[in-house]
């Protein structure tokens, strides 16, 4: 079956780096396009950046175009999202996704505080 494992979060302060892994399995995911989305307390989840099968179309939020860079390594079937310029306003619970399904990753929690 389809498996997404978010790992990376943790707590951070403003300006610093963290950069979160989904690990994928149970299909072949090479063929897929995958996504980040991210769900801060009392809002809507929202898509954070996207990336093609192969990676060479990438789009991002424009709340994080900039800071945010999103890459995948088919070889060990993992998407990354590396988050450079931490603001608090990006403290959230994170999400991997397998774009436009309805698979999803248990969620890894990111706090940006001092």
């Known amino acids: 079956q389809v498996q997404l494992v978010e790992s990376g979060g943790g707590l951070v302060q403003p300006g610093g780096p963290l950069k979160l892994s989904c690990a994928a399995s149970g299909f072949t995911f090479g063929s897929y396009s995958m996504g980040w989305y991210r769900q801060a307390p009392g809002k809507k989840r929202e898509l954070v950046a996207h990336?093609?099968?192969?990676?060479?179309?990438?789009n991002y939020a424009d709340s994080v175009k900039g800071r945010f860079t999103i890459s995948r390594d088919n070889s060990k079937n993992t998407v990354y999202l590396q988050m450079n310029s931490l603001k608090p306003d990006d403290t959230a619970v994170y999400y991997c996704n397998r774009r436009y399904s309805d698979y999803w990753g248990q969620g890894t929690q990111v706090t940006v505080s001092s």
């Open positions: 990336i093609n099968s192969n990676g060479n179309i990438i």
